[in-house]
């Protein structure tokens, strides 16, 4: 277990109480008192600046993050996990107690925080299929091939709650080599050329057509520059980090599930409710099973 040393400032005089050490559960705190007070005074007041800034180290070291439930493959429903952040008003009233009642507190206070997609959510929402839609690619194409799959689990059992956006780019994050993304194929300005990520975009234009099937109201979509051969002309929805983004609003009372992967050359999104949704459902255009003879984004 690492050990940090907390001491903002050298201050005058010295304390009759032991330092502060907090367990954050992975790290111990040590915090001396003279750094939690004013100086120059005869009795202990509570410096907010330096106090303000060892909650904010705490927060950082006590977070956790809540897990989401999710579906596997096998479509079984794996529970989701709740996380933990400071209880800053318990940690101030701790301290408080500890510069003027000689009480030293061991442990950070903590309070679990829960995930917002639990299992009674998924089970509600996975069995009415509202919309889907297939593409197809040549898996030879391994850098490409790669990045389609990277982008299919970001976006796979994303749950979208009634009257809330979905982001592609904010769901999928930046495509970066650390994350495990190629150069592949891409079209910058009309021309065909390789970046990191290229493929991503045939992950976008199959999750809107298959969520435009499902009737939801599209917020933002472009195209390409240049026609792509995944999809039917004017079916695209081209994506960049730093550029366009495809984004959809739940307008149903219910929420949604987007469920994506690649089998072999398919790249495949489906999009569940509730049985309580009537989706409105659109005719779109399927996608040719014949797999493209170039790679495009």
């Known amino acids: ?26 790290e111990i705190i040590t915090v001396k008192e003279e750094s939690l007070t004013l100086p120059y005074l005869d009795v202990p007041i509570l410096n907010e600046n330096h106090f303000n800034h060892l909650v904010s180290l705490l927060q950082e070291k006590a977070y956790k993050d809540p897990v989401n439930a999710k579906i596997d493959e096998h479509n079984r429903i794996i529970p989701g996990q709740t996380g933990l952040t400071l209880d800053s008003t318990a940690f101030k009233e701790a ?38 839609y297939v593409t197809y690619f040549n898996k030879r194409n391994e850098e490409r091939t790669n990045n389609i799959i990277l982008a299919s689990d970001q976006i796979n059992n994303t749950v979208i709650f009634p009257g809330e ?20 194929p891409v079209i910058v300005k009309g021309e065909l050329s390789e970046d990191i990520g290229g493929g991503i975009c045939q992950v976008s234009s199959t999750l809107f057509n298959a969520v435009d ?7 933002e979509r472009y195209h390409h520059s ?11 929805a081209t994506v960049s980090w730093y550029g366009p983004d495809f984004a959809f609003r739940n307008p149903y009372h219910q929420p949604i599930l987007i469920r994506s992967k690649v089998i072999g050359g398919q790249m495949i999104v489906t999009i569940f409710s509730s049985d309580q949704v009537e989706a409105d459902k659109r005719s ?6 014949v797999k493209p003879s170039e790679e495009h984004p």
């Open 1 to 26: 277990m690492a050990w940090t040393t907390f001491y903002l400032a050298a201050m005058i005089g010295l304390s009759n109480q032991q330092p502060l050490e907090l367990d954050t559960g992975n």
């Open 95 to 132: 301290v408080m107690n500890y510069l003027y009642r000689g009480v030293t507190p061991t442990e950070v206070p903590t309070l679990k925080t829960y995930p917002k997609v639990d299992t009674e959510i998924l089970a509600h929402i996975r069995t009415n299929r509202i919309g889907s």
């Open 165 to 184: 956006t979905f982001s592609f780019n904010k769901t999928v994050g930046k495509r970066t080599k650390g994350k495990g993304y190629m150069k592949a």
């Open 213 to 219: 099937r499902a009737g939801v109201k599209i917020v």
């Open 226 to 236: 240049k026609r792509v051969p995944y999809v039917p002309k004017g079916r695209d």
């Open 284 to 289: 779109v255009p399927g996608a040719s099973p």
